[in-house]
């Protein structure tokens, strides 16, 4: 089952074409393995953008492909707070998801 979800990217390599993105229903981290690279397909992603994507459960991992870039630079800051808080899912640890923008 696919459906639309809104999340931040936490990590992003433009020479390989993946993200790990947080996503706002804070359950598991989702990873984006994009096309391969043409002149014509594909967005550069950068930690903290805000992002909508498809979603799909697969048996070991969520998977996020059809992105569409909400807003560049949404929470530069997320990733640096995740780590300083301890990581994700830890007791007492708890960092907020940021507001959805109204778009």
């Not at 993105?21 to 967005?43: K, R, T, V």
């Not at 992105?67 to 899912?89: E, F, N, Q």
Request: glycine share 10%; net charge negative.
């Amino acid at each position: 089952m696919e459906e639309r979800m809104y999340g931040v990217v936490l990590w992003a390599d433009a020479s390989d074409r993946k993200a790990v993105i947080w996503c706002e229903d804070h359950g598991n981290l989702a990873f984006y393995s994009g096309p391969e690279p043409s002149a014509h397909q594909g967005m550069d992603l950068d930690a903290g953008d805000l992002i909508q994507f498809e979603i799909r459960e697969e048996r070991d991992y969520r998977r996020a492909r059809n992105l569409r870039r909400v807003d560049s630079g949404y929470a530069p800051d997320l990733p640096d707070k995740l780590r300083r808080s301890g990581g994700i899912g830890r007791p007492g640890n708890v960092v907020a998801f940021p507001t959805a923008c109204a778009c």
